[in-house]
């Protein structure tokens, strides 16, 4: 089993930057691909970000390429999402998620029901 917990959110003003955080335990996530996910009340699941095992590989939504970045340390069992330039659009809790099964496709990554472990969230919140 895979628990996953995020750090690093918080209050920000717009254009400032936020690093999020995502640390395993339980098990490696070395070989796994993961995700980045936000969601605002009364709204699905939006996909952010995503990263395949060793880090060769990114996906982002169209909104945010340019602004955020996911990285990952495998030695640390710990993915990042930097986040620069925030806006008030970026305000939402932000979830990490991990597919054990290494998916590595475009359109898979950006699907919620491809990753089996999610971590709690972490609120952000850009004001202006």
């Known amino acids: 089993q895979v628990q996953l917990l995020e750090s690093g959110g918080g209050l920000e003003q717009a254009g400032g930057s936020l690093r999020l955080s995502c640390a395993a335990s339980?098990?490696?996530?070395?070989?796994?691909?993961m995700g980045w996910f936000r969601q605002t009340p009364g709204k699905e699941c939006e996909f952010v970000a995503a990263?395949?095992?060793?880090?060769?590989?990114?996906a982002y939504l169209d909104s945010v390429k340019g602004r955020f970045t996911t990285t990952r340390d495998n030695s640390k069992n710990t993915v990042y999402l930097q986040m620069n330039n925030l806006k008030p659009e970026d305000t939402a809790v932000y979830y990490c998620a991990a597919d054990p099964k290494s998916v590595w496709a475009a359109d898979a990554v950006r699907r919620p029901l491809l990753y089996d472990y999610w971590g709690q969230g972490t609120q952000v919140t850009v004001f202006s």
């Open positions: 990263i395949n095992w060793n880090g060769a590989n990114t």
């Open positions: 339980g098990r490696t996530v070395s070989t796994y691909t």
